[in-house]
């Protein structure tokens, strides 16, 4: 176990041989970690690694299969979260656990609420705020309804959550994940200030370069096992990645593509929408794509990328504006005919809208081929032996793995799902595809692999529009990169001559500042 | 106003589970069940006090074991709550028949009353005196629960876990709540209130049982919990809307209007009231919790 | 998205343990199992609640299976009663499997059966085969436009179905009941009937005095046409993915209003048909109690059958013989006809408890173990 | 353990009657009514007796039909729902008699027994204005179950009788649109209350339990009786009740039966004369001068002098 030379206090926590398994998946396997006070400690590892388990454990919300906890040298036991928080543990989830419907003091307070005989005391609820908003230096409206405030402010709020429960130890699962280069900024600030008071903080991260920005000491999870613990001052990320893969050949640059061809596929005029869910309206938005070109859509998510995904294939109405696929009109009409025209989609939410997750692979997979199924009134059958060898074909071509053709789309890794949904869309031969967050929850192994498979498709002719919050995505694998905001298109950079503070700068909006200047 | 009673109660009763995202479709059955117990346990104890007491604790045993099956065993409430009606309706004739022997109604001299109270001073006044007062304890109660709904939902931690045990279970947990207890309270106020809406219907206006007495009054009353969206006035206003409607159904003449299509009129108005709901508010008509044919 | 105790229905964990801990050999057991499971609950509580009416169980249960399934012509009667409830329970499970919650099948099983009553007596006399060609072509468009207008308020303007579903079965049920007291009831007549259609319209007994008419061949065709429908064609493929994640189908081109609206207009179609089937194979008229509950024992046969047709078929088969045998232990001892409902009820929570059941349950016995390993 | 379920089969071998009802009995009402036939078919005739329920689940009709065919020589049929059922097995079970009771059935082979509708119900108008008259009310209520032809027949009887007592007293008739609905019932007579009614005829199944409750709990009203004695439903407050003799009609059927005296296709028709309608008053509400009054108008309704058509 590597000492730590900054934070020469002894442990406040430390978790020993802890084993969890559901089912088969054995998602622990003796794992050891401990934590110092003030010191901000990052657990790194693939999808699945085991990280969120471990926490989970550490939280109360699941029982260890063995192992032990213990806290200050005592050994601990937690049955639930409430005996956790009563030690002093709080944990900002990856998914936020904030009731939308709620005040932001009904929020902070959910769970131990100043009570005034036996009532919700609503001065109270409010003034508890002050304190631990002081502490973080921001300050919030007690009153505003939750749901209506941006990602990034719940992000705050939920750590003000932890602190108005008195936590010491504080667990941030994927804190940056939906946070702009420079909203991360901001939250590091708030970690290292809560650090130095002597705070003590449990940093899961899929981002490398975060881990560096803050962590003293880095553990590698992987497999559900820990591989190495490293002083952040003292390793480098070409080791960091070896620990979590395993493998020393994993690149991490740019992919290797063919050149983009001349002329346009896809040209984009004027687009204006209404709302898209939480998602904010198109405000003419316009932009074109050469064949065999990456088009990179970067920016915080709720700027409008989901809408324009949604609308140029056909799921969202436009309200102005034109599409034109290969000079063919798209605009008027529905899904199947523009994907007829050689329009292929990758959905964001892959469980959503990617696979039929009750369904099973099969049908999955066929959708495209079946869309074309013009069988008088449908009635021909659906899954011919034809189709079915075509399905097995491809599994086989995608190296997806599962128990053949009929398992069920929820029994397969998000990898593998991913696979389905790419080897669907690529098959059709389209024209354009339009990837959004196309390996998001998909780990180094399969991402790899994903990206070779649109570099050939690029080199078959095929422009791509390619949404991602991942800026590291953005950068390996587009030509060109639109930066989105508030539903307007308000950068373009040629992706070799810009940096990601640049892009983080107008993801921020900067562009508008930049013009008041 | 008599009409209004057991709609409201039953109205009531919905709405917590619709806080907690568990509605249960089965008010119906509750109700059958409540007014089949008011009669049952009035007949065999003989005071209508015991009778609305022992059907609420039998309400309240019942909520918890439906609240066991939903959260403990996964039954799916949606399912649950269609069994509950069907169930419902087959049990008390069932009961009907091989305790008492009737077919129909049970209807025998045994059966205590609910007595109606006046209240002094309103009883006098013209117009609101008839509406206002001369009701049984229940239909007070009934405004009782109004009123105090209107201040829990403002002041209270127990409506807070209960709407965030719908809207957002994982937070309720990771805070240290009960979301289990919470959903499985609801089932039981659930069933303690349509214990009293049936009693109201069986000893409170009349004082017999008739096979499937509740005609429909329950669904009228899960209209107006869609309607309402979790709030208490609105659901007040609603649930007065249908009882009105109701009684006008009964008392217009067939010279006006065959009795069928009177009695058509709740129905209706819920009906075109669903669709100008879904017309008009953002996220459109309110889901219930279907089950997933695959599960 | 997999969170810990709080998350309602957590996805998909049960089945997928199972999937991978059994060995296959057992697969058929498994397969076989919950069916059997079920029925063993079922039985239970038929044994309960004979018991309860001081009879003895066995005997009486053996009794009522005499009366339902003794001979030939106890089979005949029990299927005929059976004969409109498979067709309107296809018709629902279909909808289900679209994801449409049709429940209101009892309103368009009226639908229909009026539209037929109407068509056999007022049309007609006529070449029989036509004229029931007729009665059931109108009474499904019936239903189908019934169906179709709650679907297309789903579809387009996102009117909650099972709501609009359930509060249509009044607005039908009453409507149709006051054409039958007033405008078009039989004046010969006491009660709220139509008059009765004509001898065309009337299937022919297959079976004599037992009321299984040539229907029989009617309803196969359309158990099996549904079946090849919901679960072997093209156009079923797109309800039954429209159904199972109405997203995923928008994003791959299914056009997912056609889908709702079109599977809500069949399940109405079959749910008319099983109202035709109720006038022009037994009553030979509409009257105001003429499908009391069948609407709903279709609903729920359908859930239990998890909307699969297969199954559907087989369960529709083992309630009619639990509704028959009810009917003939009633007439053997004091114990109500209610009895296959409550049954029935029962059956449905257990098949839908069975999974929690046996996890909590595998779960104790871990626990057990464990403890005593300590 | 328990009893051991009783055989279809029957044992006995003297005359063997089936009572079928399209629902079922325990209604209190008219079932019930013609359930009080069986004892004195058992003593008086000999006959094995047994009954049938169609739950109103017509789909059972006819299997159920058949098997009292095949069960029995002689079967009485009650409820409407269940005519079309009853010619169809009469049809075909020709060594079988079958009785429709409460209507008239054109059959070749079933025969019919009626209630003269309107003869009965003029004797409840007649006492419902009686009751009102000394209450002196100005208006006397009609509760009707549905539109139907009998219905309005006994709305037009009550009318008649009550005119020809009190000739100035309004009939407020009201239709609940149900006969099951003892709810709607209620609230239909406490409307009527409130419009000026003291006495109430409710001809409308079940829903008129709801009348008397009304009565019951505290309404002024004073409910007739019908079908059966009700004044048990509203202790101290039915005047009298409308007695329907179903099980006079039955037995009386049944001895004519097997005296070989019933012809197949025989229509009957069945008033106060035979028997059929009864009137039993509450002397404690309705004082003796009223009730000789009435008896007298009963007389004369039987011998012709009045008629019970509304004008
Ligand atoms: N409730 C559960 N039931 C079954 N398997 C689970 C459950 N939760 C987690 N797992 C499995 O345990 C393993 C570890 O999961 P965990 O969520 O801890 O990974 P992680 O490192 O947090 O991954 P990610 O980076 O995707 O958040 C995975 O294989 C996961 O599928
Ligand atoms: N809640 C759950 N219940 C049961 N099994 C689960 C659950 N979540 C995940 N699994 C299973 O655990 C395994 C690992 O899932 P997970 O998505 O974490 O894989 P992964 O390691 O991230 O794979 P990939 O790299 O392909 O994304 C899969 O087989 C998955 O089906
Ligand atoms: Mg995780
Ligand atoms: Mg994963």
């Known amino acids: 176990m590597p000492s730590n030379d900054a934070h020469p206090t002894r442990p406040v926590l430390e978790l020993r041989q802890i084993t969890k398994t559901f089912g088969p998946v054995v998602a622990n396997k003796d794992v050891d970690f401990d934590l110092a006070a003030g010191e901000i400690h990052a657990l790194v590892g693939e999808n699945g690694a085991g990280k969120t388990t471990l926490m989970r454990i550490l939280y109360g919300m699941y029982q260890p299969d063995g192992g032990s906890i213990s806290m200050d040298g005592q050994p601990v036991g937690f049955k639930k979260p409430m005996d956790a928080i009563n030690h002093g543990i709080g944990m900002v989830h990856q998914h936020f656990m904030l009731v939308p419907g709620f005040t932001v003091a009904e929020n902070v307070t959910l769970g131990a609420e100043p009570r005034h005989n036996g009532l919700f005391d609503h001065a109270a609820a409010n003034e508890s705020l002050l304190e631990p908003m002081k502490r973080l230096g921001i300050s919030l409206d007690p009153e505003t309804i939750t749901g209506t405030l941006n990602v990034a402010t719940q992000q705050k709020l939920e750590i003000i959550k932890v602190l108005y429960r008195g936590a010491r130890i504080i667990i941030l699962d994927e804190p940056t994940a939906v946070l702009t280069p420079q909203e991360t900024e901001e939250l590091f600030i708030l970690l290292k200030t809560l650090a130095k008071d002597g705070a003590s903080v449990i940093f899961i991260s899929h981002k490398l370069r975060e881990v560096f920005a803050v962590a003293d000491r880095i553990t590698v999870l992987r497999n559900g096992q820990t591989i190495q613990t490293f002083t952040a001052a003292q390793t480098d990320a070409a080791s960091v990645v070896a620990a979590m893969t395993g493998r020393t050949d994993v690149n991490l640059g740019r992919v290797q593509r063919t050149q983009p061809g001349d002329g346009t596929v896809l040209e984009v005029t004027g687009l204006n929408t209404d709302k898209f869910g939480s998602d904010a309206a198109l405000k003419s938005v316009s932009f074109s794509v050469r064949p065999g070109e990456v088009l990179g859509i970067a920016g915080v998510e709720g700027n409008g990328q989901s809408t324009l995904a949604e609308a140029l294939v056909g799921i969202q109405g436009l309200t102005g504006g034109t599409i034109l696929l290969r000079n063919d009109e798209l605009e008027g009409l529905n899904v199947a005919d523009r994907r007829s025209k050689g329009l292929s989609y990758v959905a964001e939410d892959r469980h959503l809208e990617g696979i039929p997750l009750n369904g099973s692979v099969l049908e999955g997979i066929s959708a495209g081929l079946l869309r074309r199924d013009n069988s008088p009134a449908g009635l021909g059958i659906a899954f011919s032996r034809g189709v079915r060898q075509w399905a097995v074909d491809m599994i086989g071509k995608y190296g997806i793995k599962t128990s053949g053709p009929d398992a069920k789309c929820s029994t397969l890794s998000g990898g593998n799902q991913q696979k389905i949904v790419m080897a669907r869309e690529l098959e059709d031969n389209p024209h354009c595809i339009i990837l959004a967050q196309p390996t998001r929850g998909v780990d180094l192994g399969a991402i790899e692999f994903l990206y070779n498979q649109v570099a050939e498709a690029t080199a078959a002719g095929c422009a791509v529009v390619l949404i991602s919050a991942d800026m590291d995505e953005i950068l390996r694998l587009s030509d060109r990169v639109l930066v989105m905001y508030g539903g307007e298109v308000v950068a373009e950079q040629q992706t070799v001559a810009t940096s990601r503070e640049a892009l983080g700068m107008y993801m921020m909006g900067a562009q508008t500042m930049e013009v008041a200047r | ?295 | ?374 | 353990g328990g009893q051991a379920p009783a055989s279809t089969a029957a044992t006995n071998s003297g005359l063997k009657v089936g009572i079928f009802v399209d629902n079922a009995f325990g209604d209190g009402d008219f079932f019930d009514q013609a359930g009080i036939a069986v004892e004195p078919l058992e003593s008086d005739l000999g006959a094995t007796v047994k009954t049938y329920e169609g739950q109103l689940q017509a789909q059972n009709f006819a299997p159920l039909l058949q098997d009292a065919a095949d069960a029995n020589d002689l079967v009485f049929v009650l409820g409407f729902e269940a005519i079309d059922a009853m010619t169809e097995v009469a049809d075909r079970n020709k060594d079988t008699t079958f009785v429709f009771v409460d209507g008239k059935v054109d059959s070749p082979e079933a025969l019919s027994a009626e209630f003269r509708t309107a003869e009965g119900c003029f004797m409840a108008g007649a006492l419902a204005a009686a009751v009102g008259e000394d209450a002196s009310a100005v208006s006397t209520g009609f509760i009707g179950g549905v539109n139907a032809p009998v219905v309005k027949n006994c709305e037009g009887g009550f009318t008649a009788g009550v005119s020809n007592v009190a000739p100035d007293m309004k009939v407020l008739a009201q239709y609940v649109g149900s006969f099951t609905d003892p709810s709607k019932g209620r609230e239909v007579a406490l409307g009527l209350e409130t419009r000026g009614a003291r006495s109430v005829f409710a001809y409308a199944g079940l829903s008129g339990a709801g009348a008397f409750d009304a009565a019951k709990s505290g309404s002024s009203i004073a409910p007739v009786g019908i079908v059966a004695d009700k004044s048990a439903l509203a202790p101290g407050k039915v005047p009298g009740s409308l007695i329907m003799r179903v099980d006079k009609v039955i037995t009386s059927m049944a001895k004519d039966f097997s005296d070989g005296k019933l012809k197949h296709g025989e229509q009957r028709s069945y008033g106060f004369a035979e028997d059929g309608w009864e009137m039993l008053y509450d002397d404690k509400l309705v004082p003796a001068e009223r009730v000789k009054e009435l008896e007298a108008l009963q007389a004369k309704l039987v011998s012709g002098a009045v008629s019970p058509d509304a004008k």
């Open chain 2, 1 to 295: 106003m008599r009409l209004t009673t057991p709609i409201l109660l039953a109205a009531l009763a919905c709405l917590p589970t619709q806080w907690t995202k568990d509605l249960n479709v089965g008010l119906e059955g509750g109700m059958l069940f409540g007014a089949f117990g008011g009669v049952v346990f009035g007949l065999t104890f003989g005071s209508g006090f015991a009778a609305v007491t022992l059907t609420i604790a039998a309400g309240v045993l019942s909520g918890l074991i439906f609240g066991w099956l939903i959260t403990r065993l996964n039954v799916n409430v949606f399912i649950a709550g269609i069994v509950l009606n069907i169930f419902a309706g087959a049990a008390t004739v069932y009961l009907l028949r091989s305790l008492f022997g009737v077919k129909g109604t049970l209807s025998a001299p045994g059966i205590p009353s609910l007595p109606t109270y006046r209240i002094p001073f309103i009883d006098g006044i013209p117009v609101l005196g008839p509406i206002l007062s001369g009701h049984t304890v229940l239909t007070y109660l009934s405004w009782a629960i109004v009123a105090v709904a209107i201040f829990a939902v403002k002041n209270t931690v127990l409506v807070r876990h209960l709407k965030a045990a719908g809207e957002h279970p994982a937070a309720l947990a990771a805070a240290g709540g009960n979301v289990q207890r919470m959903r499985i309270l609801a089932q039981v106020w659930c069933f303690a209130l349509c214990a009293i809406a049936g009693a109201q219907l069986s000893i409170g206006q009349l004082t017999l049982f008739t096979e499937g007495m509740t005609n429909g009054l329950g669904f009228v009353a899960l209209a107006a919990v869609i309607f309402c969206r979790g709030r208490v006035l609105l659901l007040t206003l609603m649930s007065v809307v249908f009882g009105l409607a109701s009684a006008v159904a009964i008392q217009v003449n067939d010279s006006v209007m065959p009795p069928q299509i009177a009695q058509m009129l709740p129905y209706l108005i819920a009906f075109v009231g669903l669709i100008v709901l879904a017309r008009t508010t953002k996220d459109g008509g309110v889901r219930i919790a279907t089950p997933n044919m695959e599960s």
């Open chain 3, 1 to 374: 998205m997999s969170l810990t105790t709080p998350l309602k229905n957590p996805p998909q964990s049960t089945g997928r343990g199972k999937r991978s801990t059994a060995p296959t050999g057992l697969s058929l057991a498994r397969r076989l199992g919950p069916g059997v499971f079920t029925l063993a609950v079922g039985l239970l509580l038929a044994v309960l609640l004979i018991q309860a009416q001081g009879f003895q169980p066995l005997p009486t249960i053996l009794a009522g299976l005499d009366y339902a399934v003794g001979d030939a012509k106890s089979i005949a009667r029990t299927l005929a009663w059976g004969l409109p409830l498979f067709v309107a329970t296809m018709g629902v499970a279909l909808a289900y499997r679209s994801g449409m919650f049709n429940i209101g099948a009892e309103g368009q099983i009226y639908a229909g059966a009026m539209a037929a009553a109407l068509t056999g007596a007022y049309i007609g006399p006529m070449f029989t085969g036509l004229h029931l060609f007729l009665c059931l072509a109108v009474s499904a468009l019936t239903g189908a436009a019934v169906a179709a207008g709650l679907g297309w308020l789903r579809a387009v303007w996102n009117v909650d179905e099972v709501l609009s579903t359930l509060l249509s079965n009044y607005i039908i049920m009453l409507f149709c009941a006051y054409l039958a007291t007033a405008p078009l009831r039989d004046p010969a007549r006491q009660s709220g009937t139509t008059k009765a259609v004509h001898e065309t319209a009337m299937f022919a007994e297959l079976v004599p005095q037992t009321q299984l008419t040539s229907a029989l061949f009617v309803v196969i065709i359309l158990c099996a046409a549904t079946w090849w429908l919901s679960e072997r064609s093209v156009t079923g493929y797109r309800w039954r993915m429209t159904g199972e994640s109405p997203a995923f189908a928008a994003a791959v081109g299914i056009n997912v209003r056609r889908s709702r609206i079109g599977s809500m207009a069949t399940s109405g179609a079959l749910c008319g048909i099983a109202g035709a089937l109720l006038v022009t194979a037994s009553q030979g008229r509409f009257w105001t109690e003429i499908g009391t509950g069948i609407g709903w024992d279709a609903v729920l046969l359908a859930m239990i059958a998890r909307a699969r047709p297969l199954s559907a078929v087989v369960w529709v088969l083992v309630y009619s013989v639990m509704r028959s045998a009810a009917r003939g232990i009633e007439q053997v001892s004091t114990v109500p006809s209610e009895l296959s409902l409550i049954l029935i009820s029962g059956i449905i929570i257990a098949a839908t408890a069975r999974a929690g059941l046996f996890s909590r349950l595998a779960g104790l016995n871990k626990l057990l173990i464990r403890s005593e390993g300590k």
